[in-house]
């Protein structure tokens, strides 16, 4: 703790506006409460105009590290002296840690949505064959770390095309590395049907539901596994259209598992320990958290 620093305690946030629905403070405090890392985690409201100002205060109160939600991943990504190679990719921040008088930005959002589709839904990306829909900030933050998972494909479609071709654009080297094909469309050019269907779209807050427009041909393979980042009541009509796709043996999830295993990740770059995130999530579902 530097002299500048009164805090008895190491101090965390999520920043961002408005934060007051964020669910992280209960996770990071569980993470805590399970490893016993003496910590406290709170929500920072920050003006829209005033999130450095605001992040400048919070250090010199003891801060130490914080998430970012919306809309200030892209700011955080400015501000940030130095950045994650998978920060870069994304080209936004979602967790940030304070190290010597400046800020390391580092983006968990991908590593955690690949967490929770491979090591909780226990479905290897290797090989799969992957339809990610969305070209927007959720979208780039996993990209990168789909692509780490070495699927066969990833085809990335988008309302906008031209927003799909340019996500894919900064992705190909990082791609073509990892022997991955990686190709961009539309909406109405999704192909043939699909391992893993993941929802970055916010369609479901504008109350359109399923991005897609309706085809006669699966968008899901039987069997398939769907994702909707966004979780609870928001989620529900993706994946029930994705279900009925899917059938018996599909794996519909919301986006909390990609929440808890992202801070998992945020929390083993502030404290250097992982929490077991698996038991977490299933507090959370369980009403128990
Ligand atoms: P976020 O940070 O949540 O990704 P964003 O950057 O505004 O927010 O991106 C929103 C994404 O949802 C975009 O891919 C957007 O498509 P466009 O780029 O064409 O705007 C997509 N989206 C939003 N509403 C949609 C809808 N009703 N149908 C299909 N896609 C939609």
């Not at 064959?129 to 959720?138: H, K, P, S």
């Amino acid at each position: 703790m530097t002299a500048a620093n009164p805090s008895p305690i190491d101090l965390y946030v999520v920043a961002g506006n408005p934060v007051g629905h964020s669910r992280s403070p209960e996770i990071h405090a569980a993470f805590a409460k399970q490893t016993g890392q003496s910590l406290h985690y709170d929500r920072l409201l920050c003006p829209l105009d005033g999130f450095e100002a605001s992040l400048r205060a919070f250090v010199a109160g003891g801060g130490r590290g914080c998430n970012i939600t919306v809309p200030f991943k892209f700011e955080a990504f400015r501000l940030a002296a130095r950045h994650t190679p998978r920060a870069l990719l994304a080209g936004a921040v979602n967790t940030m840690r304070f190290d010597e008088g400046a800020w390391l930005g580092d983006n968990t959002d991908g590593a955690g949505l690949v967490a929770d589709i491979e090591r909780n839904a226990n479905r290897p990306l290797r090989d799969r064959r992957v339809l990610l829909i969305g070209a927007g900030g959720a979208s780039a933050g996993v990209l990168g770390s789909l692509i780490v998972g070495r699927p066969a494909e990833v085809r990335v479609v988008n309302r906008s095309a031209d927003k799909a071709i340019a996500l894919i654009d900064t992705h190909r080297d990082w791609a073509a590395q990892h022997g991955v094909r990686l190709s961009a469309a539309g909406l109405d050019e999704v192909g043939d049907a699909h391992d893993v269907v993941i929802n970055g779209t916010s369609a479901s807050l504008s109350g359109a539901g399923v991005p897609l427009p309706p085809r006669d041909a699966p968008v899901l393979a039987r069997g398939g596994i769907a994702v909707d980042m966004m979780y609870g009541p928001a989620a529900a009509a993706f994946l029930d259209w994705a279900r009925a796709q899917a059938g018996d043996g599909g794996e519909m999830r919301d986006g909390l598992g990609m929440l808890v295993e992202q801070a998992a990740e945020a929390f083993f770059l502030w404290r250097g320990v992982r929490p077991d995130s698996a038991r977490v999530l299933a507090n959370l579902r369980a009403g128990r958290e």
